[in-house]
Structures are given as structure tokens and as C-alpha cells.
């Protein structure tokens, strides 16, 4: 059962910016860490950032400095706001919510559908 809906996604030039959302349409992860993977065409899926329930932010080193991820919990919401896109960043993005332990490593339980970004040059 869909627990976690993404949107937000779409086409934009380089350089460009895009928010994403993921709303918990069930709102049982307020107290969950959350986080955003990205699965480029064939690739392996990756860690982009993630957000603990008290707020603390963590990004790939890819990202760092452009993405910015937030959450909402009053709106049961986690947004990904991206800037300075490339191309490289063209990929399909899922929300997740997890588990984020006390060495900073994050785990993924829960997934959303996945919606796509595409940067073009």
C-alpha cells in the first residue's frame, strides 16, 4: 500500500532548479528519518541526502552545496530542493523513510513510486 508520494519532478536546462516533495499520505513516519535516493539510467541507485527526525541534514558530496533537504512534519512533508542542476543529475528520484542510526548510517524501509528529473544541456 502507497505510503510515501513523490512529486515535483519534470524537465529544466541546466543550471535550473526544481523542488521535489514527498508527502506521507498515511502520516506515520513524523518520527522517522527520511531520505532521497536518485537511479540514473544504467546505474546503481544512490544515496542523496538525508534528513533526521530531529532535522539534521546529510548530502552526497555530489550535491553538497546545490541540494537542500527539508521536512515538514506538521505537513507530514520532505522536500529536496535542487539547484545549480547539471545534467548528471537527470535521474529518477524516491523518497524513502528509514532508519538513522547513532553513527550517522541510514537505512531505507519504506519507498515511494519514484519521479523523474531530467537536466538538459
Known amino acids: 500500500q502507497v505510503q510515501l508520494v513523490e512529486s515535483g519532478g519534470g524537465s529544466v536546462q541546466a543550471g535550473g532548479s526544481l523542488r521535489l516533495s514527498c508527502a506521507d499520505i498515511?502520516?506515520?513516519?513524523?518520527?522517522?528519518?527520511m531520505g532521497w535516493y536518485r537511479q540514473a539510467p544504467g546505474k546503481q541507485r544512490e544515496l542523496v541526502a538525508t534528513?533526521?527526525?530531529?532535522?539534521?541534514?546529510n548530502y552526497a558530496d555530489s550535491v553538497k552545496g546545490r541540494f537542500t533537504i527539508s521536512r515538514d512534519n506538521g505537513q507530514n512533508t520532505v522536500y529536496l530542493l535542487m539547484n545549480s542542476l547539471k545534467p548528471e543529475d537527470t535521474a529518477v528520484y524516491y523518497c524513502?523513510?528509514?532508519?538513522?542510526?547513532?553513527?550517522?548510517?541510514?537505512?531505507?524501509?519504506?519507498w515511494g513510486q519514484g519521479t523523474q528529473v531530467t537536466v538538459s544541456s
Open positions: 524513502n523513510a528509514g532508519v538513522m542510526y547513532s553513527s550517522g548510517n541510514y537505512y531505507p524501509v519504506d
Open positions: 498515511r502520516r506515520i513516519f513524523s518520527n522517522a528519518a
Open positions: 534528513i533526521s527526525s530531529g532535522g539534521s541534514a
